[in-house]
């Protein structure tokens, strides 16, 4: 499985980006993809999380209201759209992908995902 990501960038406090994720190989090592953020010096958190086949979603509850994950499957590709975004969302984000069922994938636990993208910078 490769992950590709792109769409990071620098925005003011309050702005929007879009990241997308084109992901390559085996569809069902795939179904759960998950957009992670990493600041320096902290750990990787989760913040949303999609079950491909059926397109169920879940959120931290930091994110919730701001940010929204969806798919297009035509062309293999996950977003992350922020909103209103705050200077405490600077980060590298990371999309990364597990074959774990659609309860786990939201079920608002992260620990299993199996691969990770190289990473998008967003600072705000």
């Known amino acids: 499985v490769q992950l590709v990501e792109s769409g990071g960038g620098s925005v003011q406090a309050g702005g929007s980006l879009k990241l997308s994720c084109v992901a390559s190989?085996?569809?069902?090592?795939?179904?759960?993809m998950g957009w992670f953020r990493q600041r320096p010096g902290n750990e990787r958190e989760g913040d949303a999380s999609?079950?491909?086949?059926?397109?169920?979603?879940s959120y931290a509850d930091s994110v919730k209201d701001r940010f929204t994950i969806s798919q297009d499957n035509a062309k293999n590709t996950v977003y992350l759209e922020m909103n209103s975004l705050k200077p405490e969302d600077t980060a590298m984000y990371y999309c990364?992908?597990?074959?774990?069922?659609?309860?786990?994938?939201?079920?608002?636990?992260?620990?299993?995902?199996?691969?990770y993208g190289q990473g998008t910078q967003v600072t705000v």
């Open positions: 190989g085996y569809a069902s090592i795939r179904k759960c």
């Open positions: 999609i079950y491909v086949p059926v397109g169920k979603t």
């Open positions: 990364a992908a597990t074959d774990r069922s659609i309860d786990y994938c939201t079920g608002g636990t992260w620990g299993s995902y199996n691969y």
